[in-house]
């Protein structure tokens, strides 16, 4: 259905005007209309319409690669035109690598974002060189490095067309020859940064000529000390006194001088007082050891206190129920057979102890209770804190292959109590904390014991020495 009316067919060319002007979007910015039709914007035209300050900013690269060699004639991008990289010598005479020295401060290699920062930078920027040919590339590395003088980067690219080109082993030929960083490499492009540790010309100028001034100043240090040695020879010859320096003849002066030489019986006395000086250093030395024991076990029975200043253990109650001896062996017997227990490690009685003792009286009459790495006295000073916290009644005490058990039966009254843990043991962490002060105070107590026979020893030794 078609409309005639005015406003639909004007409003139908602006949308026809706005889609062609879309169309020509990505042609815009690199076509430009003059008076005789569309100039691209890397054309010898395009060059002779710009102004004279923007053709001075294009003349400035355009100089700098007339420098570096002949430019490449089949070029068909951008301005200005590349070298031709497989013009220049494949082998220059006496060519070595750069000098590179990196600055006190700065890091060797890029960082992540500074490698990227480049690699953007490299990617807008026109190319330098036209290369083709995978290996003997020292004028173009001679080259990369005349630019790197003025420009931080040298982008390379790679001609289209020529058979058997390996973009891998050019980018390696040049790393070997510049020492440059590689940015990036493609099938088209290779880019290279000049590094963090490049030197210009003219600074590695300077060093050399610090170096030369050095080794002069070196040399002439030398032949100086060489004069000296040499006029102090002449005047030890021309001295004509004998010399007496370690001869029998200073021995003996010296001997007439300071005295006659010792007896056996004065080295055999200094030996002895030699040897009971080493005793006494000895003896101080232990002295002040077993004070500091001292000190440290003090220290030790002080944590402890107020470790156990929670602690506020129950006593045995008055009316303990008692069972026969028959019902003793069986409660044995079925004790001894159970297979879940309770361990008591180094932590000893605390509230989750009792905790896990009405757990299992809650199923079960009996509970069995396992000790390991304790005296028999020890166990028994649990026992009796078992029974008197529990509220249960004591079966047995056996000694099996590597620990005691023990089992515990809950009463024939048992009723289970409100609060299951009780309050006036030491928690687990305070349990712990007081099983350390323990083991530190009983080793500190043997080291003192050491310590104190050794002093005995040694007072022993002195009094026999000092008697003969």
């Given at each position: 259905?078609?409309?005639?009316?005015?406003?639909?067919?004007?409003?139908?060319?602006?949308?026809?005007?706005?889609?062609?002007?879309?169309?020509?979007?990505?042609?815009?910015?690199?076509?430009?209309?003059?008076?005789?039709?569309?100039?691209?914007?890397?054309?010898?035209?395009?060059?002779?319409?710009?102004?004279?300050?923007?053709?001075?900013?294009?003349?400035?690269?355009?100089?700098?690669?007339?420098?570096?060699?002949?430019?490449?004639?089949d070029?068909?991008?951008?301005?200005?035109?590349?070298?031709?990289?497989?013009?220049?010598?494949?082998?220059?005479?006496?060519?070595?690598?750069?000098?590179?020295?990196?600055?006190?401060?700065?890091?060797?290699?890029?960082?992540?974002?500074?490698?990227?920062?480049?690699?953007?930078?490299?990617?807008?920027?026109?190319?330098?060189?036209?290369?083709?040919?995978?290996?003997?590339?020292?004028?173009?590395?001679?080259?990369?490095?005349?630019?790197?003088?003025?420009?931080?980067?040298?982008?390379?690219?790679?001609?289209?067309?020529?058979?058997?080109?390996?973009?891998?082993?050019?980018?390696?030929?040049?790393?070997?020859?510049?020492g440059?960083?590689?940015?990036?490499?493609?099938k088209d492009?290779?880019?290279?940064?000049?590094?963090?540790?490049?030197?210009?010309p003219?600074?590695?100028?300077?060093?050399?000529?610090?170096?030369?001034?050095?080794?002069?100043?070196?040399?002439?240090?030398?032949?100086?000390?060489?004069?000296?040695?040499?006029?102090?020879?002449?005047?030890?010859?021309a001295?004509?006194?004998?010399?007496?320096?370690?001869?029998?003849?200073?021995?003996?002066?010296?001997?007439?001088?300071?005295?006659?030489?010792?007896?056996?019986?004065?080295?055999?006395?200094?030996?002895?007082?030699?040897?009971?000086?080493?005793?006494?250093?000895?003896?101080?030395?232990?002295?002040?050891?077993?004070?500091?024991?001292?000190?440290?076990?003090?220290?030790?029975?002080?944590?402890?206190?107020?470790?156990?200043?929670?602690?506020?253990?129950?006593?045995?109650?008055?009316?303990?129920e008692?069972?026969?001896?028959?019902?003793?062996?069986?409660?044995?017997?079925?004790?001894?057979?159970?297979?879940p227990?309770?361990?008591?490690?180094?932590?000893g009685?605390?509230?989750?102890?009792?905790?896990?003792m009405?757990?299992?009286?809650?199923?079960?009459?009996?509970?069995?209770?396992?000790?390991?790495?304790?005296?028999?006295?020890?166990?028994?000073?649990?026992v009796?804190?078992?029974?008197?916290?529990?509220?249960?009644?004591?079966?047995?005490?056996?000694?099996?292959?590597?620990?005691?058990?023990?089992?515990?039966?809950r009463?024939?009254n048992?009723?289970?109590?409100?609060?299951?843990?009780?309050?006036?043991?030491?928690?687990?962490?305070?349990?712990?904390?007081?099983?350390?002060?323990?083991?530190?105070?009983?080793?500190?107590?043997?080291?003192?014991?050491?310590?104190?026979?050794?002093?005995?020893?040694?007072?022993?030794?002195?009094?026999?020495?000092?008697?003969?």
């Amino acid at each position: 259905m078609a409309y005639t009316l005015s406003c639909v067919q004007s409003y139908n060319e602006k949308i026809q005007t706005s889609v062609n002007s879309l169309k020509n979007e990505d042609t815009a910015s690199n076509v430009f209309h003059s008076k005789g039709g569309r100039i691209l914007c890397g054309s010898a035209e395009y060059m002779k319409d710009l102004s004279k300050e923007k053709r001075m900013d294009m003349n400035d690269p355009n100089s700098l690669l007339d420098e570096l060699g002949p430019r490449f004639k089949d070029w068909s991008g951008c301005e200005p035109v590349p070298v031709d990289a497989d013009l220049l010598p494949s082998e220059v005479p006496g060519y070595k690598p750069p000098v590179r020295l990196l600055p006190y401060g700065v890091r060797h290699c890029l960082r992540n974002q500074e490698m990227t920062r480049f690699r953007r930078l490299a990617r807008t920027m026109p190319s330098h060189f036209a290369l083709g040919r995978n290996r003997k590339l020292q004028g173009l590395a001679e080259a990369m490095v005349k630019l790197w003088e003025s420009s931080a980067i040298a982008k390379i690219a790679i001609k289209r067309g020529v058979l058997n080109t390996c973009n891998d082993r050019m980018a390696e030929e040049l790393k070997n020859l510049t020492g440059g960083t590689l940015l990036s490499r493609n099938k088209d492009y290779i880019a290279f940064y000049r590094g963090n540790d490049f030197l210009p010309p003219v600074v590695v100028e300077a060093l050399k000529e610090r170096e030369k001034l050095t080794d002069v100043q070196a040399n002439e240090e030398d032949q100086a000390r060489q004069r000296a040695s040499a006029a102090i020879e002449s005047k030890l010859k021309a001295s004509k006194s004998p010399l007496v320096a370690g001869t029998l003849t200073e021995t003996l002066a010296a001997t007439s001088r300071w005295g006659n030489e010792t007896s056996s019986k004065d080295v055999e006395q200094m030996r002895r007082d030699e040897s009971l000086n080493k005793h006494a250093a000895l003896l101080k030395y232990l002295e002040k050891k077993l004070a500091l024991a001292k000190g440290k076990v003090k220290r030790a029975e002080k944590a402890l206190a107020k470790v156990q200043e929670n602690l506020r253990p129950a006593d045995l109650p008055v009316d303990l129920e008692t069972i026969s001896d028959e019902e003793r062996s069986l409660l044995r017997k079925i004790g001894l057979s159970m297979k879940p227990f309770l361990l008591i490690g180094r932590r000893g009685i605390f509230d989750g102890t009792v905790e896990n003792m009405h757990l299992h009286w809650k199923y079960r009459k009996l509970v069995k209770l396992i000790v390991r790495g304790k005296s028999f006295a020890q166990v028994k000073h649990l026992v009796v804190s078992l029974e008197a916290e529990s509220g249960g009644v004591l079966v047995s005490l056996d000694k099996t292959m590597k620990s005691y058990a023990i089992i515990v039966y809950r009463g024939k009254n048992y009723q289970r109590p409100h609060a299951v843990r009780p309050r006036n043991l030491l928690t687990r962490r305070q349990a712990l904390a007081r099983s350390i002060e323990l083991q530190r105070r009983e080793a500190l107590k043997h080291h003192i014991s050491d310590l104190q026979e050794r002093i005995e020893l040694l007072n022993y030794e002195l009094v026999r020495a000092l008697a003969f």
